[in-house]
């Protein structure tokens, strides 16, 4: 069958394009009419055992999660013809080949095959699609898109996504559904299911409806690594071995293997037989053990989250009293949820990849942050233990020189009656007044601090002591005494404060009242009103006394305002330091440095040229041929014969699907042109192109759907010749703003509380500037923000029920 208008799309793994490969079957999935995605291939097997282990990989519950995610079972999607071997001549490599596309197997296979490639190998390592055979029919004038990825390895938790990946774990746990799947299994597969049978439909440009397949061919590339694993394993004994003696070497390695091989049977025979034995002395006490523990946990956090009364402490939680209350609260928290969260980060669940890798990370990086709390705590807990009583003489010089003496001489120079402070000349009345009260106060916690003096080295230990619980315990306590020793300029403050914003109230009315106007409180206006003569010279007396009151009120009130304002710009320090601890992207800039796979940003396509991975096979040559690229063009001389026609075609193809498919899409969404690099142009590199297509929003991932066929047919758009185009698909990297997102939303905090015109209005105005309430929770989930008695009982059932699973899960893994 002859079809110039058929186009091939090919998801190639790039590790097969190496010298090392052989020729052999490959394996993979037929996503639907001529789209394949390639998992592996595998060599020196027979068609009907490679069969038959893909049925065994197929029956293996291990792997029913894959399949199901996979949306089709792996099969057998046709034969690649490697040209080249090493030890081999080209006469025995051809004739081997030649034998394989004759066997009996392979053709009879190739007639009832639904999708049957035949793919040629060419000597710069990369894949050229010969044939293609649909149930029989041969396609000979098929053009085909071939796309390279980077096999993710699970192991490492890489993975591909559309989607960046959200690390932010407080959106996923809003509707508290991890709990709910962790505690049980039926309702995460009962999702799983939900989502593998609901797809989204995208409308295209043509008005007809496309089934977005992207999702489920991701799934397949993430699972190509495990797929590979396990037909290699399975086939392994069916694998057709040349006859041959064995030499020396291998017959030591085997029966090392063999060796290991039965000690590995014997301990787990051993382990078998007394686990039974073992397990009522270990699981059960340890269950109990976790279990008193949670118990204690949560009266405490219940303790610390109970709330005063409203006429005490305006109602707040006890925890909200102190930073120090703050941090253990946020402690306790984290060890509720570690223990969901490991089960989470462990489960391997195919459909929720990035829900279970931001899991993993976020628990990974707070165990990073606690211990590195510890060793920080530790260090700085032995050098206040170790130099307490300097640390306690330095403690009480500063508190003495910046919190007494500084306010003790402010109030001084306001009464002086020999000079004008800054100019003003203060109610000599009032002046006195005010300065001789605050004086006096100051007198008698100056008394107060100095009779603390003897405790101060056994407060700078205790301090030194709670470095065992991390360095941010011993921050929250450095908090707590900054609040403790300015307690006085607070309640100066807020003195201050009444008097000035009474003052200024009183003002305001008999400002009115002078004008002849009242507030109207229940309409929220100024009316006019008609006062009687005595109102109005009774009224007009006051106003001129408290106007020439008012500077003095207000100078004693900014003195301490400013003052208290300092305060608290040390607080909001100390919080956010305290914050950047608790919350510090450790991990996922170490994951970012190291393997930036494991944190998808979203995809990318990449034009790829043809001599991409003959030229990294060798460093050497890499080098050169990256130098030589910046100098000139290829010259024709250095590419092979057999490859300059389909670089060509290549180039006709990338231009192709550069103009009337990528480009367009991006054009509409306001993106720059793009300008890649093809060879013959002089910017041409050896390297993958620098200008990637990324790919975010719905228009571009419908044009990504133009590489799945058509549900119809394999009818194209447009009639082309026969053309080969090659693309690389990776991951974008992660934005360093997603990285860094605890900060953003600490400093949307800060600066919506203290940098808006309501702080300003309350300086001004003489009402209490309130403290930021909590910076410390932006990685919890939402469904513990509440505590009561009665929640306390379901918790722990919960995490009872979660104990029995988990760990007689592992007992039960034991013995089998």
């Known amino acids: ?71 089709v ?39 009832t095959a639904n999708l049957w490639l035949t793919i040629n190998i060419k000597p710069t390592y990369i894949p050229s699609l010969e044939s293609l055979h649909c149930c029989g029919f041969r396609y000979s004038n098929v053009s085909s898109e071939i796309i390279f990825y980077r096999q993710p390895d699970p192991r490492s938790f890489q993975f591909l996504s559309l989607d960046p990946l959200i690390l932010d774990i407080s959106k996923i746990n809003a509707s508290g559904a991890l709990f709910d799947a962790a505690l049980s299994p039926k309702v995460a597969q009962k999702k799983t299911r939900s989502s593998l049978n609901h797809s989204r439909l995208f409308i295209t440009s043509s008005g007809r409806t496309v089934t977005d397949d992207m999702n489920v061919t991701l799934q397949q590339i993430n699972s190509s690594y495990e797929m590979e694993q396990a037909v290699h394993s399975k086939a392994k004994n069916l694998l057709r071995r040349r006859a041959r003696s064995r030499s020396m070497s291998e017959a030591v390695r085997e029966s090392a293997v063999d060796l290991s091989l039965k000690v590995r049977s014997k301990l787990s025979v051993t382990i078998t037989t007394l686990w039974p034995l073992i397990q009522p002395f270990t699981i059960r006490p340890l269950m109990i053990t976790l279990f008193v523990l949670r118990a204690l946990v949560e009266i405490c956090l219940w303790i610390l989250n109970w709330k005063f009364p409203t006429w005490a402490f305006n109602g707040i939680a006890i925890k909200d009293v102190t930073t120090t209350g703050q941090q253990i609260d946020l402690r306790l928290q984290q060890a509720c949820f570690w223990p969901w969260q490991y089960y989470m980060a462990k489960k391997k669940a195919w459909t929720n990849t990035s829900i279970t890798r931001a899991q993993y990370i976020s628990f990974y990086n707070s165990m990073w942050l606690v211990a590195n709390d510890i060793i920080i705590g530790v260090a700085l807990g032995s050098f206040l233990i170790s130099n307490n009583c300097h640390m306690a003489d330095v403690l009480q010089r500063y508190v003495k020189d910046y919190t007494i003496d500084s306010i003790s001489a402010v109030l001084e120079w306001l009464t002086s009656k020999n000079e004008y402070p800054a100019g003003l000349k203060l109610n000599p009345e009032l002046n006195p007044f005010l300065g001789q009260l605050f004086k006096w106060l100051m007198e008698l916690w100056r008394d107060f601090i100095f009779s603390l003096q003897p405790i101060v080295p056994i407060v700078i230990n205790f301090i030194g002591f709670s470095g065992i619980f991390g360095a941010t315990m011993t921050l929250s306590l450095i908090s707590d005494l900054l609040a403790f020793t300015t307690l006085h300029i607070y309640w100066f403050y807020m003195v201050a404060a009444r008097i000035f914003h009474w003052q200024l109230t009183i003002l305001y009315s008999l400002f009115n009242l002078f004008r002849g106007k009242k507030r109207n409180t229940l309409r929220h206006r100024i009316d006019s009103c008609d006062y009687d ?59 970012r440095l190291k393997d930036p796979d494991r944190l998808p940003g979203g995809l990318r396509l990449e034009v790829c040229p043809e001599r991409f991975f003959f030229d990294r096979a060798t460093p050497l040559r890499w080098v050169v041929s990256s130098l030589r690229s910046v100098t000139a063009d290829y010259p024709q001389q250095h590419q092979p014969k057999d490859s300059y026609s389909s670089v060509q075609n290549m180039d006709h193809q990338q231009t192709l699907l550069a103009k009337q498919d990528i480009l367009p899409a991006l054009h509409q969404q306001g993106h720059p042109p793009l300008q890649h690099d093809f060879p013959g142009n002089r910017n041409f590199r050896s390297r993958v192109s620098t200008n990637p297509i990324d790919i975010r929003n719905a228009e571009i991932q419908e044009r990504l759907e133009g590489l799945m066929p058509d549900s119809n047919g394999a009818e194209p758009r447009d009639t082309i010749p026969r053309t080969v185009s090659y693309l690389f698909l990776t991951n974008s990297p992660l934005p360093t703003s997603a990285i860094f997102f605890q900060y953003s939303v600490l400093w949307k905090r800060l600066s919506s509380h203290y940098l808006t015109l309501h702080v300003l209005k309350c300086l001004l105005s003489g009402e209490t500037i309130k403290s930021i309430p909590r910076l410390q929770y932006p990685m919890l989930p939402d469904t513990r923000s509440r505590f009561t008695v009665h929640t306390i009982k379901p918790t722990l059932l919960k995490f009872w029920a979660f104990c029995e699973e988990t760990l007689m899960n592992q007992s039960d893994t034991i013995k089998r």
């Open 73 to 111: 079972n792996p099969v057998v999607l046709g034969v690649a013809i490697v040209p080249f071997a090493d030890g081999m001549d080209a006469a025995s490599v051809s004739e081997s080949n030649r034998r394989l596309l004759e066997s009996r197997s392979l053709l009879e296979h190739k007639q």
């Open 1 to 71: 069958m002859n079809s110039s208008a058929a186009i091939s799309k090919t998801l190639w793994p790039a590790h097969l394009c190496s010298r090392h490969l052989r020729t052999g079957f490959i394996i993979g999935w037929n996503v639907r009419s001529f789209t394949a995605c390639i998992a592996t291939i595998v060599s020196d097997i027979d068609l009907d055992a490679l069969v038959s282990a893909l049925g065994l990989v197929a029956a293996d519950s291990h792997f029913s999660a894959i399949n199901k995610a996979c949306g």
């Open 533 to 591: 003569l005595d109102q109005l010279l009774l009224g007009t007396i006051l106003f001129t006394l408290l106007t020439f009151l008012f500077p003095t009120i207000m100078v004693y009130y900014l003195t301490f305002a400013l003052s208290r304002v300092a305060v608290i710009c040390m607080q909001a320090t100390m919080e956010t330091l305290l914050a950047c601890l608790n919350h510090f992207p450790l991990f996922a800039i170490m994951l």
